[in-house]
C-alpha cells in the first residue's frame, strides 16, 4: 500500500479555452490535515472533482491511496467520503433519510458516532431538507462525511455555511478524525481555520500550484511582522533588502521581513529604538503578501 | 411599468409563451386530426346518423364526454370528441404554468430578490400574471391560426369566425385555471402541494359537470360547475359570447382575492403548512428504494391517468365499434384483408393513445435522472462505491419495468372497461396490445438514455419533443397531407396495430432493439465523461 494519501502528476483540466488546472503535482500524505488555498477560481473545487473522479483530468494521472482514480473509482471510493461546497440533498427526504442512505450506499460507517454528531451540531434529523436551513443542510452531509469514517474525508468549503459554535465543532470532529489516522484535505477560505486545523497547505492561482509547505516552514520562509518606535523621525527603510513597509508615520514603522532579519538589524544600528516587536505573519498576512494588491509573484 | 417589473414579466415570458405555443400547437392538430377522419370514418348520412343515435343517448358516454349534439355535423362530431380532452389538457397546462411561475420560483428561492426590488408584492403578482396572459394568448393565436387553415379545407368548412371562438374558449378556460393555480400558489407551499390543490379543484369540477350531464333530470347541476360553462360555449356547433360572462367574472374574481392575499404571507410560505407525515417513512437504504421514494408518486399518479384513460376507451368500445362496423370503413377495410371488427379498429386507436402516454411517461421519469445530475445530487451518490455506470443502467431498467407494468395494467383494463361497457374482448388479446404499445416507449426510453448519458441540459425537453414530432406526422399523414414520406420518422409507426392487425414480431422487436441499442451506447459513455451541475 502506499504511504500517500493523494498522489498527483502533471494533472490538467481543460474547460475549452480555459485551463482550470495546470500540471499540478501534489503528495498528501496518509495522516496529514492538508488545505486547499486560493483566489476565487483557482482551480481547488476542479482539483477536487478530479480526485473525486467525477470529472476527468485532460492529463496528467491522481492517486488515492495508490489507486488510479480514472481507472479505478469504485475501490478509490470505498476510502473516501466528500462534503461538497453547495449541498445539495433530497428536498423531500428528512435529515436522517439522507444520513442512513449515505451510510448504506457507502457500505461503512459508525451509527454510534453519527448520533452523537447530531447530538453535538445539534441537527434535527426529522426534518425534511427543504425545510432546513443552509447552514444545517450542510452539517447532514458533514456528518455523513465524518460518520463514514473514511480513511480519506474531502471537504469543499465544509464550514461556509455554519455559525462559529458549529464551526467549532467541525474543528473537533476534524481532530478527532486526525488522531484516528485519518487523512483530511480541506479547501477553505477561512484561513483561521486552515490555520488552525492544517498541517500543510497548498496555495493555487489560476490553476497553478505557487507553493506547498508546511505552515510552520511557510512562516520561516516568508515574513516576520516587525513594528518599531523610534526616537524622532523614523528613517527611510525601503531600501534595505528583504523589507517591505506596509505603514509608516510619525515614529512609528511596520515592515514585512522575508529572508532573515540580519539586513534591517544592520539598517538599524544607527537609530534609537524605542520598541520593537516582531511576531510570525498570520496566514492572513500570507495570503495577501501572495495575493494581495502588489504582491509579488513567487 | 417600472423596469423591475418588467424583469418579472420578461422572466417568466419564455416559459409561458413556449408552452402557449405548443399547446396552441397540439390543439389544433388534435382538431386537424379529428376533423380530418370524420368524412372518412362515416362517410355517409346513414353511418352518422347511427352515430348520433348511439353517442347521443348514451348517459354513460355523455357523462364522460359532455354532451353529444349534432353529432351528425362535423362540427358537433369534433367538439364531442375533442372538448373534454382539450378543455382537461388545456386546464392542466395552465394550472401547472402559474405553479411553476409563481411557487416554482419561491420554492427555488428566485422570488426574493424580486420582492427586495423597489417592487411591491402585488407588482410582482400582477407582472407575473401577465406573462402567463401573454402565454394564453399565444395558444389562442396558434390554435386560432391553425383551426381558421384547417376549415379553409372544403371537406371541413369551418368560418372563420367558429375558428376563432373555439381558440377563445380554451383561452378562457386556459384563463380560469392559470388563476386557480395562482390562488393555490397563495394558499400552498411547495410547489407540488400548490398543483395538488389546483388539480382537486379541477377533478371535483369535472366530477360536478359528470353528474350534470349524466341524465336530464341533473342537467342543472352542470351550472354548478366552472367546466359545465365551458361546455356551454359549445364550439363549431353553435356562438354564444354571452357564454363568456360567468367564466369572466370568476376569472376577475379569483385575480382580486390572489392580489389581495398576496401581501397577506410570507414569501416562500403558503396559508397553510404542510402537516407533518404522520408516520415515519422507512428511509431508502439502495439506489431502488431512492427512486422508489422520489418517483413513487409521479409513477402512481401516470398510472391512473393511464388506467382511467384505458377504461375510458374500454368502455365506449363497443358503441363506437357499431358506428365504425356499419360504416364504409370496415368494408374498406375488409378489403385490404383486414378482417377487424368495429371495436377492434376502435381499439387499436385506444392503446396508440396509452402508447403516447407510456412514451411520456418514460421519458418524463428518464429526464429526472439529468435533473439528480445538474441539481448535483448525484455527485454524493456518484463518490459512493457504485459505478456510475450502474447508477445510469439501474434508473433506465427500472423505467423499463414501469413502463412494462403501465402497460400491463392498460391491456387489463381495457379489457375491464370494455366488459363493463357490455362489449366482449378477449382479456388475452388486450394483455398483449398493451404490452405491444410498450414498444415505442421503450425505444424512446434508450434513446433518452443516451441523451442524458451525453447532454444532460438536452434530455428534458428531448422526450415530449420525440414524441410530439412522432405525434405530429402521424396526424399530418393522417389528415391526407405529403407528410406521408415522414411515417418511418415516427415511433408510432413501427407499433404493431394489435388488436386491429396482428401482432408484428419484426417491427417490435426493431423498436425494442433500437432503445437497448442506444441504452447500452449510453451507459458506456457515461461514466466517460464529466458530471454536470447547472
Ligand atoms: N464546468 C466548467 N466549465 C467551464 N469552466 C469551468 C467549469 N468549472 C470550473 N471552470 C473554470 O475553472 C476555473 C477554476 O474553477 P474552480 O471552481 O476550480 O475554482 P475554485 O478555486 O474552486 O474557486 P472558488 O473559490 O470560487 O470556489 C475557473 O476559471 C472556472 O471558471
Ligand atoms: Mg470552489
Known amino acids: 500500500m502506499s504511504d500517500f494519501a493523494i498522489e498527483a502528476h502533471g494533472l490538467t483540466k481543460r474547460f475549452g479555452a480555459t485551463l482550470a488546472l495546470d500540471h499540478l503535482d501534489l503528495v498528501v500524505e496518509a495522516g496529514e490535515v492538508f488545505g486547499l488555498l486560493g483566489p476565487n477560481g483557482a482551480g481547488k473545487t476542479t482539483a477536487i472533482r478530479l480526485l473525486l473522479g467525477l470529472a476527468r483530468a485532460s492529463e496528467g494521472s491522481i492517486r488515492v491511496f495508490g489507486i488510479d482514480v480514472a481507472a479505478n473509482p469504485v475501490r478509490a471510493h470505498r476510502r473516501l467520503a466528500y462534503v461538497p461546497g453547495e449541498v445539495s440533498l433530497w428536498p423531500g427526504l428528512t435529515g436522517h433519510d439522507c444520513l442512513e442512505l449515505m451510510m448504506s450506499l457507502s457500505g461503512r460507517g459508525d451509527k454510534a458516532y453519527r448520533s452523537e454528531l447530531v447530538d453535538r451540531f445539534h441537527l434535527d434529523p426529522t426534518r425534511k431538507i427543504r425545510t432546513l436551513s443552509k447552514g444545517n443542510r450542510q452539517k447532514v452531509a458533514l456528518i455523513a462525511a465524518l460518520a463514514s469514517r473514511a480513511d480519506l474525508l474531502v471537504f469543499d468549503e465544509p464550514t461556509s455555511g455554519l455559525d462559529p459554535l458549529m464551526e467549532r465543532e467541525f474543528r473537533v470532529a476534524v481532530q478527532e478524525a486526525t488522531q484516528r489516522g485519518q487523512t483530511i484535505l480541506l479547501s477553505s477560505h477561512i484561513l483561521s481555520e486552515v490555520d488552525a486545523l492544517c498541517s500543510k497547505v497548498a496555495l493555487l492561482q489560476n490553476g497553478k500550484l505557487i507553493e506547498v509547505a508546511t505552515l510552520d516552514a511557510m512562516r520561516a520562509i516568508a515574513s516576520v511582522r516587525v513594528d518599531l518606535e523610534f526616537e524622532g523621525p523614523a528613517p527611510d527603510l525601503a531600501a534595505v533588502p528583504g523589507i517591505k513597509v506596509m505603514e509608516q508615520r510619525d515614529g512609528h514603522v511596520s515592515l514585512q521581513v522575508s529572508g532573515g532579519t540580519q539586513a534591517l538589524m544592520a539598517a538599524l544600528r544607527s537609530t534609537t529604538v524605542t520598541s520593537l516587536l516582531s511576531r510570525e505573519a498570520s496566514l492572513e498576512e500570507l495570503f495577501f503578501a501572495r495575493y494581495g494588491p502588489g504582491a509579488t509573484p513567487p | ?534
Open chain 2, 1 to 534: 411599468m417600472t423596469r423591475a417589473a418588467f424583469a418579472t414579466f420578461r422572466q417568466g415570458l419564455n416559459r409561458s409563451v413556449m408552452g402557449g405555443v405548443m399547446v396552441g400547437l397540439v390543439a389544433g392538430l388534435m382538431v386537424a386530426s379529428v376533423a380530418g377522419s370524420y368524412n372518412t370514418l362515416y362517410p355517409t348520412a346513414q353511418s352518422r346518423e347511427d352515430l348520433s343515435i348511439i353517442f347521443g343517448a348514451n348517459h354513460a358516454v355523455s357523462a364522460l364526454f359532455g354532451r353529444a349534439t349534432s353529432l351528425n355535423s362535423l362540427g358537433g362530431f369534433t367538439n364531442f370528441k375533442l372538448g373534454t380532452t382539450i378543455t382537461i389538457t388545456i386546464a392542466l397546462w395552465a394550472l401547472l404554468l402559474a405553479t411553476r411561475l409563481l411557487r416554482g420560483e419561491e420554492d427555488a428561492g428566485r422570488a426574493d430578490w424580486l420582492v427586495m426590488s423597489d417592487q411591491s408584492r402585488r407588482d410582482v403578482l400582477m407582472a407575473q400574471m401577465a406573462s402567463m396572459v401573454t402565454g394564453i394568448v399565444a395558444m389562442v393565436v396558434v390554435t386560432g391560426i391553425i383551426v381558421m387553415a384547417i376549415g379553409r379545407e372544403a371537406s371541413v368548412g369551418f368560418s372563420a369566425s367558429s375558428a376563432w371562438y373555439f381558440a377563445l374558449s380554451l383561452g378562457a378556460t386556459a384563463m380560469l385555471f392559470a388563476l386557480v393555480g395562482v390562488l393555490s400558489s397563495q394558499f400552498f407551499a411547495p410547489r407540488h402541494r400548490a398543483s395538488r390543490a389546483g388539480g382537486i379543484v379541477l377533478g371535483v369540477a369535472y366530477g360536478i359537470r359528470m353528474v350534470g350531464d349524466a341524465s336530464a333530470a341533473t342537467a342543472w347541476v352542470s351550472w354548478l360547475s366552472p367546466l359545465g360553462w365551458i361546455e356551454s360555449l359549445n364550439p363549431f356547433v353553435t356562438t354564444r359570447p354571452f357564454g363568456f360572462i360567468p367564466i369572466a367574472c370568476l376569472s376577475l374574481v379569483l385575480a382580486a382575492v390572489a392580489l389581495l392575499s398576496v401581501t397577506q404571507r410570507d414569501v416562500g410560505a403558503g396559508f397553510f403548512e404542510e402537516r407533518a407525515p404522520r408516520h415515519v417513512r422507512q428511509p431508502p437504504r439502495n439506489l431502488v428504494g431512492l427512486f422508489v421514494r422520489l418517483e413513487g408518486v409521479t409513477i402512481s399518479s401516470w398510472f391512473i391517468a393511464l388506467g382511467v384513460t384505458a377504461l375510458l376507451f374500454g368502455f365506449v368500445a363497443k358503441s363506437a365499434g357499431t358506428v365504425v362496423a356499419n360504416s364504409s370503413i370496415a368494408q374498406v377495410l375488409k378489403r385490404l384483408g383486414i378482417a377487424a371488427s368495429g371495436m377492434n379498429t376502435y381499439l387499436s386507436i385506444a392503446f396508440l393513445i396509452t402508447s403516447v402516454l407510456l412514451c411520456l411517461f418514460a421519458t418524463i421519469t428518464m429526464a429526472g435522472f439529468s435533473d439528480e445530475e445538474l441539481s448535483g445530487r448525484l455527485d454524493l451518490v456518484a463518490t459512493s462505491p457504485t459505478p456510475r455506470a450502474k447508477l445510469l443502467m439501474q434508473r433506465s431498467i427500472l423505467v423499463a419495468l414501469a413502463v412494462l407494468i403501465g402497460s400491463l395494467l392498460a391491456g387489463m383494463v381495457v379489457s375491464l372497461g370494455v366488459m363493463c361497457g357490455g362489449g366482449h374482448a378477449a382479456v388475452f388479446t388486450m394483455i398483449e396490445a398493451g404490452l405491444v404499445s410498450a414498444s415505442p416507449a421503450l425505444c424512446l426510453l434508450g434513446l433518452i438514455t443516451l441523451i442524458a448519458a451525453i447532454r444532460p441540459r438536452w434530455a428534458k425537453a428531448a422526450g415530449p419533443t420525440l414524441v410530439m414530432a412522432s405525434f405530429v406526422i402521424e396526424v399530418a399523414a393522417g389528415i391526407g397531407t405529403s407528410a406521408h414520406g415522414l411515417l418511418p420518422l415516427s415511433v408510432f409507426h413501427w407499433m404493431a396495430t394489435v388488436p386491429a392487425g396482428s401482432f408484428d414480431l419484426a417491427s417490435t422487436a426493431a423498436l425494442i432493439a433500437i432503445g437497448v441499442g442506444a441504452g447500452l451506447v449510453g451507459v458506456w459513455i457515461f461514466p466517460r465523461r464529466d458530471l454536470q451541475t447547472r
